[in-house]
């Protein structure tokens, strides 16, 4: 299939989950994995600190870790751990080597993560052409129709209604799931994480929610658990089933696609993947 932009990527994959451009507000800048153990890893790639000046591999495939707190490992297995990785720690993938993957962290720890910790899944929702995008680093691999919002054109402000359908819109901006529903009314669900910080600061300032209400929801977010769904912002946005593949708009919010499409990502997509909604 089609490849998106390398350049776009890098700064999608690499700077979005080191937290400074898109996906992760919550991490504090200049986040990186916490070493464990002293010295130096085996790779030669170390200093008296056991770290590196060395930067993410330039062209190396990028990855982040899925665990809500991971570890690094001096060697393929769990005898020797070397490093704490945090949710979505963004890492370079030098090889793998089946159940093992040998990476590099921003500042240039290198050591060994299960595979299966680790992916370079992020999706892309473009609500001008009402399509999601999902990729895997920079290859599009899925390219699917999705019906959005009753007023998909405007970002969310605030919770809709029945009495004030103008307000179920599809928010805008920067977002991971943060649960998984596999018994939704419409067929699957992916849970994001709105409202998020940024939404929960801006909410506070227009008086939308209380300074209790926002610290609730800065809470989850580094918590990694859904933000209370009930304050005046609203909440309970979803990537979901019973999607029309026509890309109408009859949603309170969500992003409706296809069973068969939900089903196909059920299979891959899991709590922290990336997920960035255009407008």
């Known amino acids: 299939m089609k490849k998106f932009s390398a350049a776009l990527i890098r700064i999608v994959v690499r700077d979005a989950v080191l937290g400074m451009l898109l996906f992760l507000p919550f991490l504090p800048r200049g986040a990186g994995a916490q070493q464990i153990s002293d010295g130096g890893d085996e790779s030669g790639a170390s200093s008296s600190s056991g770290r590196s000046t060395a930067r993410l591999a330039v062209d190396a495939p990028m990855f982040y870790s899925v665990e809500r707190s991971g570890t690094l490992y001096r060697t393929a297995d769990k005898s020797q751990p070397y490093l704490s990785l945090r949710f979505q720690e963004p890492l370079s993938l030098i090889r793998n080597d089946g159940a093992w993957s040998y990476v590099e962290t921003a500042d240039g720890g290198r050591g060994y993560v299960a595979s299966e910790s680790i992916s370079n899944v992020w999706i892309r929702v ?16 899925e390219e699917i129709p999705a019906d959005l919002a009753y007023n998909f054109f405007s970002d969310k402000e605030k919770q809709g209604s029945a009495l004030n359908p103008d307000h179920w819109r599809t928010p ?89 499409d939900i089903d196909k990502l059920w299979q891959y997509v899991r709590v922290g993947t990336p997920v960035l909604i255009e407008s």
């Open 126 to 141: 473009s609500k001008k052409s009402r399509t999601v995008y999902v990729y895997r680093g920079s290859e599009l691999v």
């Open 172 to 260: 805008v901006g920067k977002f991971f799931i943060v649960a998984r529903n596999p018994a939704s009314t419409y067929h699957r669900a992916f849970v994001l994480n709105y409202p998020s910080a940024e939404d929960a600061q801006r909410g506070l300032e227009d008086g939308l929610i209380t300074q209790s209400q926002y610290a609730a929801i800065v809470k989850a977010e580094e918590k990694v658990v859904p933000p209370p769904m009930n304050t005046a912002l609203g909440g309970l946005i979803e990537i979901h089933g019973r999607g029309t593949g026509t890309r109408t708009s009859w949603t309170q919010g969500c992003i409706a696609i296809p069973d068969a």
